[in-house]
């Protein structure tokens, strides 16, 4: 049952992890093809800034894991990276596959009628401006929406930047440890949600993000005994890299 604190919660419980988790090079259009084809309606996203101000999607600050490009991506031209194979490392099915921006997966996701979660992944020195242009375009896209995408960051900065420039969307911090004052944080930057490491999840912290009136979410659950934890625990929502594990049907 719902805390009685909560507000309305739009959005599925499950939640694929960089669109298909591990199945598809990470943060393409492939990726994201792919987990709806495994009955997913929202995706995870790292959306992070070229030097000439154009929103991406890329986990790492650096671009030799996922493409076969090197350097910092953020020092880059979108003239460039645009260029880069980000599919070739994962397969020989998805060489080629393109770095696709922002842009390009939201109207993906508004076509199709899916939900985005957004975590903005600042290259190091630009939190605030990549929180302010991912609020900026989402809030953009989403107009007349009924449903926004969640923007999420592990830097306060950066949703210090997005609330800025669109206030009316909602935030989540993410959290991989409990630094002091993070959920007095959370309170601050008015996020609707905390969404931690799956293993920092307790019945005592569920209730007080809840009685905040916050929802729970948790990143990255791979495994049946650490989901059902999760939901026996009344949290919120889940991502998965699992997305041929998890049937999302199941609520």
Request: charged share 20%; proline share 6%; hydrophobic share 45%.
């Amino acid at each position: 049952m719902a805390h009685p604190a909560l507000p309305a919660w739009p959005y599925p419980r499950w939640i694929a992890h960089r669109g298909a988790g591990k199945l598809a090079p990470e943060n393409t259009l492939a990726a994201f093809r792919l987990g709806a084809e495994h009955g997913y309606r929202m995706f995870e996203c790292d959306a992070k800034l070229s030097r000439d101000g154009v929103l991406f999607l890329l986990h790492d600050a650096t671009l030799e894991r996922t493409t076969n490009g090197r350097g910092t991506a953020g020092d880059q031209d979108w003239q460039a990276l645009a260029q880069l194979d980000a599919g070739g490392w994962h397969s020989r099915r998805h060489a080629g596959e393109p770095l696709p921006t922002l842009e390009n997966l939201a109207r993906w996701c508004l076509a199709n009628g899916f939900y985005l979660n957004i975590e903005i992944k600042p290259t190091p020195g630009t939190e605030e401006a990549t929180g302010h242009a991912v609020g900026a375009l989402a809030a953009r896209l989403w107009q007349g929406q009924a449903v926004p995408p969640l923007l999420s960051s592990f830097r306060p900065e950066a949703l210090a930047g997005a609330r800025a420039a669109a206030p009316h969307l909602p935030r989540g911090l993410l959290l991989d440890t409990l630094w002091d004052g993070c959920l007095d944080v959370a309170a601050q930057l008015e996020c609707a949600a905390v969404i931690c490491n799956h293993a920092l999840w307790d019945a005592a912290l569920v209730a007080r993000v809840q009685g905040a009136g916050r929802r729970a979410l948790s990143y990255t659950v791979n495994d049946d005994w650490a989901a059902q934890r999760l939901i026996d625990l009344g949290t919120d929502g889940i991502i998965t890299d699992r997305v041929d594990l998890f049937s999302p049907a199941a609520g």
